[in-house]
C-alpha cells in the first residue's frame, strides 16, 4: 500500500495558479495508476484527471480540460496537478489516489490508495 502525502494546497485569488504534488515512497511507482480527485464541500467533485502508470496517457474531466494539467516524475515518486486560472468553484480538498495497474481510470473506486488530501481555496 501507497503512504500519499498530497501538498501545495493554500489559498490563491481568482485566475492564479497551483501545483500541487503528490509523493510516496516506494520501488515500484512506475507501476501505479494515479488520479487527482477534487472533494468540494458539499457537491460531488469534478476536474478528475488520471495518469497511466508510465505517463504515457493522461484522462481529464471536460471541467478541468484546458487549465488543469497531470504529469509524473517517476524518478522522484512525485506526480503533479498544475491548475492555472483558477476560480472560487475550484475550491476543495484534492486528493491523491493510486491503483497497482497502469492503465489508469477516472473512476474513483477504481483506486485502492488515497492521502489525506489537500486545501485549495479560491478567494479575492
Known amino acids: 500500500q501507497l503512504q500519499l502525502v498530497e501538498s501545495g494546497g493554500g489559498l490563491v485569488q481568482p485566475g492564479g495558479s497551483l501545483r500541487l504534488p503528490c509523493a510516496a515512497p516506494g520501488s515500484t511507482w512506475n507501476y501505479y495508476a494515479l488520479g487527482w480527485f477534487p472533494q468540494p464541500p458539499g457537491k460531488e467533485g469534478e476536474g478528475v484527471s488520471c495518469?497511466?502508470?508510465?505517463?504515457?496517457?493522461?484522462m481529464y474531466a471536460d471541467s478541468g480540460k484546458g487549465r488543469f494539467t497531470i504529469s509524473r516524475d517517476n524518478a522522484n515518486n512525485t506526480v503533479y496537478r498544475q491548475m492555472n486560472s483558477l476560480k472560487p468553484e475550484d475550491t476543495a480538498v484534492y486528493y491523491c489516489?493510486?491503483?497497482?495497474?497502469?492503465?489508469?481510470?477516472?473512476?474513483?473506486?477504481?483506486?485502492?490508495?488515497w492521502g489525506q488530501g489537500t486545501q485549495v481555496t479560491v478567494s479575492s
Open positions: 489516489a493510486a491503483r497497482f495497474d497502469t492503465r489508469a481510470t477516472m473512476t474513483l473506486s477504481w483506486y485502492d490508495d
Open positions: 495518469i497511466s502508470g508510465g505517463g504515457g496517457s493522461t
